[in-house]
């Protein structure tokens, strides 16, 4: 009989990416309690019928959630629902959907993306215009869908009044708002404001809202706030590759996660912990913060040979090849202790230059 093994350090953590966490407890638990017996295939279960009052909870009676595998499908499927093929999708030019989904947008969906430079990752009603035009034009892709980041790649988060304020260009120009919420419950956290308060009470029309990077071992989730916004989920789920089989298992997870305050608490952890990081690094020589921490993202520039060393001891990812920024992640279950023994070696690394 083949036995299971252990084959890494559980004490070893990394400030790379909070999807390099493991599951939380609950959610293991919520897995274990969803299995045994026999459940109908592709989302006829008990778990993924719960789950939709689980997401109205949070979103309001009209939500529908659509349980998929990963945040790219999330982003890929949802967008796809939301255009035709000769419709565009503007966004942030560092936008993940732009630079970090391996140009699934285009080969998957055959959306044209018009990026748009951002100071600070964040997309304003101005920006927008820059890309937001050529309408009628038969020679220019017909811009339709409008997708920001809560909390942004850049680790900063719009507030209510911000996506209040595009949601409202957006319908004066005639198009729809997408939000990719991988990240959505860090912004929460951080502005102490509901889920709603970002989404459904600011006219957000579909959301992608994530999961692995709150504790869940996979599953992201498509929530339909504006059911007139998409057309064809059901079928571009399937056809995307996207529809789980033993969905409830995806759905269990999620009920663990947003039943309670499970989401909060991880949240609030996150973010607590890049606030004590930056804080620990600010003043150590050779270190300059680059950027606000507003979420549970440090960004940072410190000499490359220091970075190459303490990358020896601690994975983390150079944000910037040009200038030698680099970004520093804290996940749910980054605890104080990780993250004073990593700013000890960064001092350590910055002496030795």
């Known amino acids: 009989m083949t036995q299971a093994r252990r084959r890494h350090d559980p004490e070893v953590k990394a400030f790379a990416s909070d999807n390099y966490a493991g599951v939380h407890p609950e ?16 989302g006829e279960d008990v778990y993924t019928e719960a789950l939709q009052e689980v997401f109205q909870r949070h979103f309001g009676p009209q939500a529908q959630a659509w349980p998929v595998f990963n945040g790219t499908g999330a982003n890929v499927v949802g967008l796809r629902a ?10 942030a030019e560092s936008a993940h959907v732009n630079t970090d989904e391996g140009g699934a947008p285009e080969q998957m969906a055959g959306l044209k993306l ?3 430079p951002t ?16 309408f009628g034009d038969e020679h220019h892709a017909q811009p339709k869908v409008v997708t920001i980041t809560e909390s942004t790649e850049l680790g900063t988060v719009y507030t209510p009044e911000q996506i209040a304020a595009i949601s409202a260009h957006c319908r004066e120009l005639g198009l729809l708002l997408h ?8 912004a929460a956290a951080a502005l102490e404001v509901p889920l709603r308060a970002l989404t459904t009470d600011v006219g957000v029309d579909v959301l992608s809202f994530g999961g692995t990077k709150s504790g869940l071992m996979f599953g992201e989730a498509i929530v339909v706030l504006n059911p007139s916004a998409v057309r064809g989920l059901v ?10 089989s033993k969905m409830r298992f995806v759905s269990a997870q999620f009920e663990a996660l947003l039943a309670g305050d499970l989401w909060l608490r991880n949240a609030r952890n996150a973010n607590a912990m890049a606030a004590r990081l930056a804080a620990a690094v ?9 950027r606000a921490v507003e979420a549970n993202a440090v960004f940072a520039v410190l000499p490359r040979e220091a970075a190459d060393r303490l990358r020896k001891r601690f994975r983390f990812y150079t944000w910037n090849e040009a200038t030698g920024e680099v970004r520093w992640m804290t996940a749910f279950d980054t605890t104080e202790a990780d993250v004073d023994a990593f700013a000890a070696a960064v001092a350590e690394e910055l002496s030795a230059s």
Request: with cysteine.
């Open 179 to 186: 939000l990719d919420g991988s990240r959505l419950v860090n």
């Open 235 to 244: 079928y571009l789920r399937k056809s995307s590759m996207q529809l789980a």
């Open 82 to 91: 939301m255009t035709a093929p000769w419709e565009a999708v503007i966004c």
């Open 27 to 42: 959610v293991l638990q919520a897995v274990a309690l969803a299995n045994g017996g026999h459940q109908i295939a592709y």
């Open 119 to 134: 100071p600070d990752g964040r997309l304003t009603p101005e920006l927008i215009d820059r890309q937001a035009w050529g």
């Open 114 to 116: 018009l990026t748009v």
């Open 282 to 290: 600010r003043d150590i020589p050779g270190v300059s913060l680059t």
